[in-house]
């Protein structure tokens, strides 16, 4: 089913009326259509055009107002040009979406195929705060291009490769008697404190450091007993990192897995290739690449390192190789690596080198979705109070715990089994919207206690808003239907519209633009800002417009509303990987 959203009909009519207006070359000018406080819509075209038509953007004004006569349409100010949409246009789109399975949301994006490289913990590295971004970012990216018909293919590039194995593997080989097998958590906690005593025995015995290194070149030549040892760390450690996901709702699996490993045997071929073509160059015994434009604070050539000066390689010749496979075997339109700003330079500069070596095409989007840190209350990147990285299961039991806090000071009628998927459902909605929430290059601090706030824009709101939604269902219709699944968009397009049922009704068309928002500039706090405004929205609906006690048709339409903002927000809040319980 087709639905064409109110704004982009008013868009096309304001698009319509200024071509006829206008001198020929200017046809399709922008009509520059946006909502407005004091109309549904403001169109700023006229304005926009005046200078290059040689007229009065007030006289191209009141022309496009004489050719919209579907619209209640004005001149304002200088020269905008306010629109008011008929009441029976805005129910009908209304019944339009709340008929349709997608809530009117289309697939533009079907045929691209886009890979988003995303989370990319550490092998035998227990996850920490520092994950956190990336993966929720990359996963509300990955679940929004997928919705509007992308064909998405999701990539966690984990650290399973170079020097760390060998020595790790090395130092468990001559302390076996030290146990680290335990169940998930346990484990890597194990593994993440003996990664740290190899560390400091490596860096303080010149003997076992050399040891390390044999057993580095052991694994790189498939010793059998290295390479067993090796693949049962990776597979403790991706059980790990699986149990991390589903609590967190990060639609990541085994079949994502993209090691660093997996191009190892391909990374002397790159380096081959890029000194065969000139672009990689030999320099005290390393062999490098060279940015234009790419220069040090002394003003000499920052060099991007291909191979270091002991044969090993660096992240450099693996990004490399991961932008051939995808582009050559994955077919991928679109690249989105979401890696935090500090590599900015890192990815400008591989992206180069790949575009000069012929592996990245122009038709090939690259694009490095940078984000900023986590910081804690003293406005540093957030500690423990002992100074170490947070992990990242303890940062979500502490959401959790916040939510339990807040629950334990209401009466709110749960079981035991109900109270623990509440307080897990809206712990994890804290941590993921306040992250979500805010401008996606920003630092934003860490604070668990407004994160779990009822009120003002957060996660835990819209659950809250939801859950209304669904109380108000169940007593419109005695409870004889599923909250949300009933009201199937029969709806009487005569009645007048009340000022805050518009207000809603123009929130809700509105779906479908916020999620192309997105898509667009690769930001999710553009839809979190969406779904806070529908939630708020639907309140001074509510306030204003009686649902349960209103009769007729006025209650028949307002149960339609009713419905379709319960089934937009859950909708929403899905894209965000955050669930929509039925009761709060």
Known sequence: MTVVAIQDQVEAAVRAALTRVLPAELAGADPVVRRS???????????????????????????????????????????????T???????????????????GVATPRSGERVVVDYSAPNVAKEMHVGHLRSSVIGDALARVFAHLGSDVIRQNHIGDWGTQFGMLIQYLDEHREVSWRGQGAQTMSALDALYKSARAQFEADPAFADRSRARVVDLQASEPRTVAAWRDLV?????????????????LDDGDFDGESRYNDALPAVVDELLAAGIATESDGAVVTFTDGVDGPDGSPVPLIVRKKDGGYGY???????????????????????????????????????????WLPDAVRAQHVQFGTVLGADGRPFKTRS?????LADLLDDAEAAVRGVLGERDHGFTAAELDSVAHAAGIAAVKYADLSNTRTKDYVFDVDQMVATTGNTGVYLQYAHARVCSILRRATDGSTPPIADAAGHVDGSLPLHPAERALALALDAFERALRDVADTLEPHRLCGYLYDLATAFT?????????????????????LCALTGRTLAAGLGLLGIAAPERM
Not at 85 to 102: E, F, K, N, Y
Not at 544 to 558: I, K, L, M, Q
């Open 316 to 358: 450099a010749a693996t990004d490399l190789a991961t932008i051939r496979l995808r582009v050559e075997a994955y077919q991928a339109d679109r690249i989105l690596y979401v890696v935090d700003a500090r590599q900015g330079l890192h990815f400008r500069m591989v992206f180069d080198v790949a575009r000069r070596a012929g």
């Open 540 to 560: 001074r609906f509510y306030d204003a417009c009686p649902v349960v006690r209103a009769d007729g048709a006025t209650r028949a339409n307002r149960i339609v």
């Open 235 to 251: 597979a403790q450690s991706q059980r790990a990192f699986e149990a991390i996901y589903a609590r967190l709702g990060v639609l």
């Open 37 to 83: 406080d004091r109309a549904d819509f403001q169109a700023n075209g006229p304005l926009a055009v005046a200078k290059r038509a040689g007229r009065s953007p007030r006289d191209i004004a009141q022309d496009v107002v004489a050719g919209l006569r579907e619209y209640r349409a004005e001149v304002s100010g200088p020269g905008f040009v306010n629109v």
């Open 387 to 391: 100074g170490k990285t947070v992990r």
């Open 85 to 103: 949409v008929p009441d029976d246009v805005v129910w009908l789109a209304v019944a339009a979406r709340a008929a349709d399975d997608r809530l």
